[in-house]
C-alpha cells in the first residue's frame, strides 16, 4: 500500500538535497575518520579507512577509556537490562550510543565523557515480549541543513533528538515522538510490538521496521509493516506489507487467505539503503507460528526473504525467497551488504545476503539476477500433523556454506576422546536428524545451525582492499522439539489459550544440544571466523574464533585431556575490518580479538571485565589516534569499553 510520495522535483528537489540528506561517514578535519552508521556506512560494510593500528604495533593496544550506562533492574516496573548489544556512531567530533534500555548518551569521543543522555523511559512499559530482557542495537543520524538529528526507535515509539543537546525536535510527529504502533494494517497489541535496531535514512525518510517475539502466537499478531516517515514532520510517507494483502502480489502463497490472520514477518534486523539507485533492502523475519505452520500453508511470501524496494515509494522493485515455508527461526538475520564486485571480468553492483544457515546469497543488486547460479534441492520432509513443508529449498552454488558441514551426522559427534564420541553418538540417536532442513519433530529433531543461526546480527565486514567478506560465526546444533499445545499446561503465556487449535504445536525446546551434563553434542569447533574472497565466491581462509566456554575445559571427563586452545566461542555479534589490515570481533567472552585481515592470522586478544556483546565499532579523531570501542556486560554490569595506542 503506498501511502504518499515525495513530489519535489528540479531546482527545489536539488536545493532540498544541498541542505538535507544523509551523513556522509568521512574526514572532516586532518586525519579524522567517523564511523557514521550502525554498519559504518549506508552499504552496511562494517569497515574503516582507519590505520593508526596495524599488525605492527597491535600489541600497543591499551583501554583509553569506559562508561557505564548505570541501567539497572527497575523492579517498580518489573524490568531488567538484558545484553549490552549497542554499536556506536560517532560523527562530528561526538560518539552517540544506546544503552539496553534505550538511553541515549552523547559521549566525548577521546575520553568518554558524558555530554547528554537523553531518557525515552521504555522501562515504564515493563519487560518486552521479546526473549533476552530489555536490549538496544543503536541509533542513526540525519543532517537537516546545519542541524544534526538523531533517530531512536525505542519499542513502539520513534523519537528525533537534537544532536547537540539531546533534546526533543517537536516539530517531529506529536511533540517529537511518532506512534509506530499506528499505521498498520490492523490494530495491535503495543506491548507485543517493538524495533530495537538503528532506523536508516533516505534522503529526508526515515525507515523502520519492527520486532516481534517468536512466542507470540495468536490471531493477527502485530504485522511486520515497513514504513518510511518524513523526517522533518513524521507524516508517513509509504508503507510496505511484508504479508501481502488482498490482490497484492505474493498472497496468492499463502494457502487458504491466511494472510488475513498471520502477523510477525517483521524486519527486525534493520535494512539497506542504496541512495545511488535508489533502492532499500529488506531482510526480512519468519511469519507467526515460527516453528508449525500448519495454520500458513505456502511459501508465505515475503517471509524470510530479500526485498528491494523503491526507496521513493516503497514499491516493490524484486524479491528473492531464500526459505520456503520457514519452521526453523531461519528469518534473515542482517541487514543486506553492498558492494561492488567484479565476476569473470565484468563489474557489479551487489548485494550480499548472509543467513542463519550459514549460506551467502549474492545478486546484483539493481536487477536482483543472482552472480552465481542458486539451486533448488529436495530436502527432508516434515510428519507433524497438519504440516506441509516445501519439497525443496534455494542453495546458492557460491560461496560455500559459511560453517565446516550443516547438518548432522554421526561424524560430527563430539571426539575429543573416544568414549565421549561414542557417548555423543548415542545420545544424537534419541533424535531425529539429517542434512540442512530437517525439520522440527514431535520426536525432537537435531537441527544445525540451530535458530541461533550461524550468522546473528551481527553480520559480515567487507574491505574493498581484499574482496574479502568476513564473518564471524557459530557451529552449534539446536533440538527442536514440538508438542501439542495445551492451554492448560503451556509453558508459552503469549500462545492464545482459546484458541489451541489455531496455535496448533509449540516448541517444547529449542536449545542447545547437550549431553553428559554440559558437554555439546557435536564436535568444535564452536566458532570461526571466515572469509570469503567475494570476486571468486570461495572461503578465502577459515579460523576458529574464541578460546571457547571454560565450563566445557573444567568438565571432569576432560580431566587430563590436550583440550584444543581454541575451542570457538558461538555468539551473534559480528566483526569489523579497518585499512590498517586488522579484523576486529568480540561476542562471547570477555576478550576483544584482532586477526590479520589477509591471512586470519589471531594477532591480540584485549582483556575485559565483563562479556563481549556486541559488534565493535573504530575512528579516528583529529590528531590521528584510532580508537575501537566495543560494549560489554548485561544486566546492571555494562561497560563500553574503548581502546586506543597510547599517547
Not at 237 to 253: A, D, K, L
Request: glycine content about 12%; hydrophobic content about 35%; overall charge negative.
Amino acid at each position: 500500500m503506498i501511502i504518499g510520495r515525495p513530489s519535489l522535483t528540479g531546482l527545489l528537489w536539488a536545493l532540498v538535497l544541498a541542505t538535507s540528506g544523509t551523513v556522509t561517514a568521512g574526514q572532516p578535519n586532518g586525519e579524522s575518520v567517523e564511523w557514521a552508521y550502525v554498519g559504518s556506512d549506508q552499504a552496511n560494510t562494517r569497515s574503516s579507512d582507519a590505520d593508526h593500528i596495524t599488525p605492527e604495533n597491535i600489541q600497543q593496544l591499551e583501554v583509553a577509556w569506559t562508561w557505564h550506562p548505570e541501567d539497572r533492574a527497575r523492579p517498580e516496573f518489573g524490568t531488567v537490562p538484558g545484553s549490552f548489544t549497542s554499536t556506536p556512531i560517532m560523527l562530528d567530533g561526538t560518539l552517540y550510543v544506546s544503552s539496553n534500555y534505550n538511553r541515549v548518551a552523547a559521549l566525548d569521543p577521546v575520553t568518554g565523557s558524558e555530554r547528554w543522555v537523553f531518557d525515552p523511559r521504555a522501562y515504564e512499559d515493563g519487560m518486552p515480549a521479546l526473549g533476552g530482557g530489555f536490549r538496544h542495537r543503536g541509533v542513526t543520524a540525519w543532517r537537516d541543513g546545519e542541524d544534526l538529528r538523531i533517530f531512536l526507535a525505542s519499542r513502539y515509539r520513534l523519537f528525533c533528538l537534537d544532536a547537540s543537546t539531546g533534546e526533543i525536535v517537536e516539530s517531529f510527529g506529536n511533540n517529537g515522538v511518532v506512534d509506530l504502533s499506528q499505521d498498520l494494517i490492523w490494530s495491535i497489541d503495543r506491548s507485543h510490538f517493538e524495533f530495537n535496531a538503528a532506523p536508516v535514512m533516505y534522503k529526508d525518510l526515515v525507515i523502520v521496521g519492527s520486532a516481534v517475539g517468536d512466542r507470540v502466537i495468536y490471531r493477527r499478531t502485530p504485522p511486520g509493516d515497513v514504513r518510511a516517515y518524513n523526517a522533518r514532520t513524521g507524516s508517513l510517507v509509504w508503507s510496505f506489507h511484508t504479508i501481502p494483502q488482498e490482490g497484492e502480489f505474493g498472497s496468492q502463497t499463502w494457502e487458504n487467505e491466511a494472510w488475513r490472520h498471520t502477523g510477525a514477518t517483521n524486519v527486525w534486523a534493520g535494512v539497506t539503503v542504496d541512495e545511488a539507485n535508489e533502492l532499500v533492502f529488506l531482510p526480512v523475519g519468519n511469519p507467526t507460528n515460527v516453528y508449525f505452520g500448519g495454520q500458513r500453508l505456502g511459501d508465505n511470501l515475503f517471509a524470510e526473504s530479500l526485498v528491494a524496494l523503491n526507496a521513493n515509494t516503497g514499491e516493490r522493485t524484486w524479491h528473492f525467497q531464500m526459505v520456503h515455508h520457514g519452521v526453523w527461526d531461519y528469518d534473515l538475520p542482517t541487514q543486506p551488504i553492498l558492494f561492488p564486485l567484479t565476476v569473470n571480468e565484468r563489474s557489479i553492483d551487489a548485494v550480499a545476503q548472509l543467513t542463519k544457515q550459514g549460506l551467502t546469497f549474492v545478486f546484483d543488486r539493481t536487477t536482483g539476477e543472482p552472480i552465481w547460479p542458486i539451486e533448488e534441492r529436495e530436502v527432508p520432509q516434515s510428519d507433524v500433523p497438519g504440516e506441509q513443508t516445501s519439497s525443496t529449498q534455494p542453495f546458492p552454488t557460491r560461496p560455500p556454506a559459511l560453517i565446516p558441514t550443516t547438518g548432522m551426522t554421526l561424524d560430527d559427534a563430539f571426539d575429543l576422546t573416544p568414549e565421549l564420541q561414542g557417548a555423543a553418538r548415542m545420545a544424537m540417536q534419541q533424535f531425529r536428524f539429517g542434512p540442512l532442513y530437517t525439520p522440527p519433530s514431535i520426536e525432537g529433531s537435531l537441527v544445525r545451525p540451530g535458530g541461533g543461526g550461524a550468522v546473528n546480527w551481527g553480520g559480515g565486514a567487507f574491505d574493498a582492499g581484499t574482496g574479502f567478506l568476513y564473518v564471524k560465526t557459530s557451529n552449534m546444533p539446536a533440538v527442536m522439539t514440538l508438542e501439542r499445545f495445551d492451554p492448560e499446561n503451556t509453558r508459552n503465556p503469549f500462545a492464545d489459550a482459546t484458541e489451541p487449535d489455531y496455535v496448533g504445536y509449540d516448541t517444547a525446546s529449542g536449545g542447545q544440544a547437550m549431553f553428559e551434563g554440559g558437554l555439546p553434542l557435536n564436535k568444535p569447533p564452536y566458532g570461526f571466523l571466515v572469509a570469503i574472497d567475494m570476486h571468486e565466491g570461495d572461503i578465502a581462509w577459515r579460523v576458529p574464533f574464541g578460546r571457547g566456554s571454560e565450563r566445557i575445559r573444567r568438565h571432569p571427563a576432560l580431566d587430563g585431556i590436550d583440550v584444543p586452545e581454541r575451542l570457538g566461542t558461538p555468539g551473534a555479534p559480528g566483526a569489523i575490518v579497518t585499512r590498517g589490515g586488522l579484523v576486529f570481533a568480540g561476542g562471547g567472552e570477555n576478550a576483544l580479538y584482532a586477526f590479520d585481515k589477509a591471512t586470519g592470522d589471531e594477532l591480540w586478544a584485549g582483556p575485559l571485565n565483563e562479556r563481549s556483546t556486541a559488534t565493535p565499532m573504530t575512528y579516528q579523531t583529529s590528531d590521528g589516534r584510532q580508537f575501537v570501542v566495543i560494549a560489554t556486560g548485561s544486566g546492571g554490569n555494562q561497560e563500553l569499553v574503548a581502546f586506543a595506542i597510547s599517547e
